[in-house]
C-alpha cells in the first residue's frame, strides 16, 4: 500500500521525539519522492558489549516505522568509532566481534530488514575520501565546539580526554555525509553531533541532515537528583550499561527480568520519570494491542489495557498498584524477549557470538579494575 505524504510524515513522527525540524523533514520527503529518490536514515551504535532491550526491540520498532514510511536505513557498526572511546582497549578484532553480535540480535527481533543495510565503520575508513571529510570538518569546526560532543561517548567535557576521543565525534560527522544520511535517527543523547553535522553542512556544499530523535528509555533505578533539564536531564536518567541492574538486556533470563523489575523504581500514582511506565509505552504497547494485568478477585480481579493512555490513567489514580504492573510487565517482558533466547541457545553460530560477548565483556571488566 503506499502512503501519501501525510502518513508517511506521520510515521517518522511517531518515531522522532525531536524533529531538526518538521519543514525540512516535509520538504525533503517530498522532494525525493517527486524526483523518484531513495530516502536514507541512519544510527551508528559502537559494539560495547551486551545489547539492551532500548538497542534491541526498541531500535527494531523505530525502524520497522521508518521503511514504513517508504525511507532505507543504513545502521553504521561504529567498530573504529568504539576503539577511539578505548572500548574493550581498542582491540578491533574483538570489537568486530562484538558488532556481529550486534547484528545477530537486530535480525531476530522482529526487525524488517528488507530495507535495512548494515556497515562496518572499518570498511568505509579504507576510502581516503572519508578522511577528507574528516579533514574538513575538522577545519570548520573549533576544539571547542568539538567537546561539546564528548557527551555522545558517554564521556564529560570534565574528562581527561585522549586524542582518539576528540577524533570520535569529526569522525560520526562524517559518517553521515559519506553514507550519505538524509536523516540523523539517532536518540537525543547524540543531537550535539548532529547539530554540528548541519552547521557544517554548507561549508561542505551538502544538504543540512534532518535529525529524528527517538525517546531514551531511561533507567530502571531511582532518578538521581539533579538541576539538568532537556537533553542533558535526558543523558543522566538514561539506562546504562556500566549498571547492568540499570536496564534488561535483551538475553536476560528469567530470573533476571524478575529481580531487576520487581526493584525498579515505581512510586504509586506517579506517571512522570516512572521507568516501569516506559517500559510499557515505549515498549510492550508498541508490540502488544492488549495488555493484561492479573489480579486476585480481592484486589479488584483481572483487568485488561487497550491503551497505554488507559493504563497512565489508572495508574495515576491509583487504581493500579506497582506490584500488580510490575507482574504484568515481567510477564510481557518475558514473551518479547523468549525467541531471542531461543535462537541464541540453539543457533551454534549465535551461541558463540554470544559467549564470546560475555567472555569480552568480563576480561574488560577486570582490565579496568587494574
Not at 518515531?15 to 520527503?29: A, C
Not at 523518484?36 to 538497542?55: L, M, R, T, W
Not at 497505554?308 to 510481557?332: C, H, M, Q, R, T
Amino acid at each position: 500500500m503506499t502512503l501519501t505524504l501525510d502518513e508517511k510524515i506521520a510515521l517518522l513522527q511517531e518515531v522522532g521525539e525531536e524533529i531538526i525540524n518538521l519543514d525540512e523533514l516535509r520538504e525533503m520527503v517530498k522532494w525525493k519522492n517527486d524526483h523518484n529518490q531513495e530516502i536514507y536514515a541512519y544510527d551508528g551504535f559502537e559494539p560495547s558489549g551486551n545489547i539492551h532491550i532500548a538497542q534491541g526491540l526498541l531500535r527494531a520498532i523505530n525502524v520497522n516505522k521508518i521503511t514504513k514510511a517508504g525511507v532505507k536505513f543504513k545502521f553504521l557498526v561504529a567498530d573504529w568509532h568504539a576503539a577511539a572511546n578505548h572500548k574493550f582497549d581498542g582491540d578491533l578484532e574483538v570489537i568486530k566481534e562484538v558488532g556481529d553480535f550486534f547484528i545477530e540480535v537486530w535480525k531476530v527481533c522482529g526487525m524488517d530488514l528488507s530495507n535495512v543495510e548494515f556497515i562496518y565503520a572499518s570498511d568505509i575508513v579504507k576510502d581516503p575520501a572519508y578522511w577528507e571529510l574528516v579533514l574538513k570538518i575538522a577545519i570548520n569546526s573549533s576544539l571547542n565546539r568539538v567537546k561539546r560532543c564528548i557527551q555522545i561517548m558517554g564521556r564529560s567535557e570534565s574528562e581527561k580526554l585522549t586524542a582518539s576521543q576528540i577524533l570520535y565525534p569529526l569522525m560520526q560527522a562524517a559518517d553521515i555525509f559519506y553514507l550519505p544520511a538524509d536523516i540523523c535517527q539517532l536518540g537525543l543523547d547524540q543531537r550535539k553531533v548532529n547539530m554540528l553535522a548541519r552547521e557544517v553542512a554548507t561549508k561542505l556544499n551538502r544538504p543540512k541532515p534532518v535529525a529524528v530523535h527517538h525517546h531514551m528509555i531511561m533507567g530502571l533505578n531511582k532518578p538521581p537528583d539533579t538541576n539538568l533539564t532537556g537533553v542533558d536531564r535526558v543523558i543522566k536518567l538514561k539506562m546504562s550499561k556500566s549498571d547492568p541492574d540499570t536496564a534488561i538486556f535483551m538475553l536476560d533470563s528469567p530470573d533476571d527480568i524478575k529481580r531487576k523489575i520487581n526493584k525498579a523504581y515505581c512510586p504509586p500514582k506517579q506517571i512522570t520519570e516512572n521507568p516501569i511506565l516506559e517500559y510499557c509505552k515505549y515498549i510492550i504497547f508498541e508490540l502488544r494491542d492488549k495488555f493484561k494485568v492479573d489480579r486476585p478477585q480481592e484486589y479488584g480481579g483481572d483487568i485488561e489495557y487497550s491503551s497505554f493512555k488507559e493504563l497512565e490513567n489508572d495508574y495515576g489514580k491509583g487504581k493500579l498498584s506497582p506490584p500488580d504492573l510490575k507482574l504484568a510487565v515481567i510477564k510481557y517482558l518475558n514473551q518479547l524477549l523468549q525467541p531471542i533466547r531461543e535462537h541464541f541457545d540453539k543457533d551454534k553460530k549465535a551461541k558463540k557470538l554470544y559467549l564470546f560477548v560475555k567472555q569480552a565483556d568480563e576480561k574488560d571488566k577486570n582490565r579496568k579494575k587494574k
